[in-house]
């Protein structure tokens, strides 16, 4: 089992910036990507971005630019660093971590990002 925290959501105005951490425990050697999704309300949950074990990221089309996915390896933590920030990114942000053998995934609880404009 994995387990993940998340920190860093809040609110923000348009243009603003904002920080999240997932604080990944547990059994994480099994893990090969982590990375960020969203939901908006009334939409599906969405990847945002995601990092390997080898450092290969991958950004949706909305986030490039932008956004900034990162690791920790000593600390066990994955971070986005979201600059330039928009009414439309406003959504719960979730940390995701999945073994892409077996297709395990695990998620975090989520943290609310919401932008005023």
């Known amino acids: 089992q994995v387990q993940l925290v998340e920190s860093g959501g809040g609110l923000v105005q348009a243009g603003g910036s904002l920080r999240l951490s997932c604080a990944a425990s547990?059994?994480?050697?099994?893990?090969?990507?982590m990375g960020w999704y969203r939901q908006a309300p009334g939409k599906q949950r969405a990847m945002v971005a995601a990092?390997?074990?080898?450092?290969?990221?991958n950004y949706a089309d909305s986030a490039k630019g932008r956004f900034t996915i990162s690791r920790d390896n000593a600390k066990n933590t994955v971070n986005l660093q979201m600059n330039n920030l928009k009414p439309e990114d406003t959504a719960v942000y979730y940390c995701?971590?999945?073994?892409?053998?077996?297709?395990?995934?695990?998620w975090g609880q989520g943290t609310q990002v919401t932008v005023s404009s």
């Open positions: 995701n971590a999945a073994n892409s053998i077996t297709r395990v995934d695990y």
């Open positions: 547990g059994s994480i050697l099994s893990i090969d990507r």
């Open positions: 990092i390997t074990g080898g450092d290969s990221t």
